[in-house]
C-alpha cells in the first residue's frame, strides 16, 4: 500500500526544485501517493504567484492552491478564540492579491510578530491541513522544502526533508540549477513571499521603502485597524505593530531617511536574514 505524501509547496526555489526532483528524480517515488499544494496569503508579490503557476504550467504538476478561512460567511469566526482555519480553493487568476486571508485573520487574532509568530501557521499550516482533510487524507507525511545550510527548526515526526538527508542540497546549487531552466523566479531579492513581512530585518525593510514605499500602505492600514486590538489577551499592550521591537511603518519611513553611512552601520547589526525567498509552512 503507497504512503501519502503532501508536497508544501512555498513558492519559492528551493520548495521548486524539491517538488520536481521528488517527481521526476527521487527513487522512492512510486511508492507514494503525491500531492502539491501551494498556500496564499494575499501578501505574497506578483512574481510568486506567476512562479507557482509557470511552475505547474512548464513541468505539468497539478498544485492546488489554497487561502485560509477564519470566518463563515456571515463574518463569524470558527472557533471562540479565533484559532481554528478552514480554507478556499483558489487557483492563479483568482487569488487574493489584497491582503484579504492575512487581514481576516488579524481581524480575529490580532498583529502578527516576533512577539506573536503565528501567522504562517495559520495562513499556511492550517490552510494546507484543512485542503488534506477535505480530500479524506488523515494519515500522510508532507514534504518541507529545507536545504541542508539552513538553519530552521525541524519536525522529523511528521515532515521529510529532501534536500537535508535524502539529496543535501545548499542555496548556490539551488541558484545554479534554475539557470538551466527555461525560466526563474523572477522577484527582488529583498521581497520574499509577503512584501514586507515582519520577519525581515530592518535594513531590508529600509531598502523596500526606499525602493517602493507604496508596498507600506496595506500594513500601515492594518496597524491603524487593528493594532489596537489584543484578542489573545497578552500581557504586552498596544498599540501593537508588525515590525522588529514593535516597530511602526512611521519607525521604517524614518530609518530610510538615514545617510548611506548610517545604513550601512545598521546593516551590520543583523545577520544575514533568511526570509528572503519563501516562508514554509512546516
Not at 505524501?5 to 526555489?13: A, D, E, H, T, V
Not at 548556490?172 to 538551466?180: C, H, L, P, Q
Not at 513571499?193 to 515582519?198: F, Q, T
Amino acid at each position: 500500500m503507497k504512503g501519502k505524501l503532501l508536497i508544501s509547496f512555498s513558492g519559492g526555489r528551493t520548495s521548486a526544485y524539491m517538488m520536481w526532483w521528488i517527481l521526476n528524480e527521487w527513487e522512492d517515488r512510486h511508492n507514494w501517493e503525491i500531492i502539491v499544494v501551494f498556500a496564499n496569503t494575499g501578501k505574497e508579490v506578483e512574481g510568486t504567484l506567476f512562479f507557482v503557476d509557470e511552475c505547474s504550467q512548464e513541468w505539468d504538476i497539478p498544485i492546488a492552491w489554497v487561502e485560509a478561512k477564519c470566518k463563515d460567511e456571515n463574518g463569524v469566526p470558527f472557533s471562540d478564540k479565533g484559532w481554528k482555519v478552514k480554507h478556499k480553493i483558489v487557483n492563479y487568476e483568482t487569488a487574493s492579491r489584497k491582503g484579504e486571508p492575512f487581514e481576516e485573520m488579524i481581524s480575529v487574532l490580532g498583529i502578527p510578530s516576533t512577539n506573536a509568530p503565528f501567522c504562517s501557521k495559520q495562513l499556511k499550516r492550517l490552510a494546507i491541513e484543512s485542503y488534506a482533510k477535505s480530500i479524506g487524507w488523515e494519515d500522510y507525511m508532507v514534504a518541507s522544502g529545507i536545504r541542508i545550510d539552513e538553519d530552521r527548526p525541524l519536525d522529523r515526526g511528521r515532515c521529510i526533508y529532501p534536500f537535508i538527508d535524502i539529496k543535501p542540497t545548499t542555496k548556490i546549487e539551488v541558484v545554479i540549477w534554475f539557470m538551466r531552466q527555461p525560466f526563474n523566479l523572477q522577484i527582488h531579492p529583498d521581497d520574499g513571499n509577503c512584501d514586507n513581512c515582519w520577519k525581515k530585518d530592518d535594513p531590508r525593510l529600509v531598502r523596500n521603502m526606499i525602493r517602493k514605499p507604496d508596498s507600506f500602505i496595506w500594513w500601515e492600514s492594518m496597524t491603524t485597524k487593528y493594532g489596537h486590538l489584543n484578542p489573545r489577551e497578552t500581557e504586552l499592550n498596544p498599540p501593537f505593530h508588525f515590525f522588529r521591537g514593535n516597530k511602526s511603518v512611521m519607525d521604517i519611513r524614518n530609518l530610510a531617511g538615514m545617510s548611506q553611512a548610517e545604513l550601512k552601520q545598521l546593516s551590520m547589526g543583523f545577520a544575514d536574514d533568511p526570509c528572503n525567498e519563501s516562508c514554509e509552512a512546516f
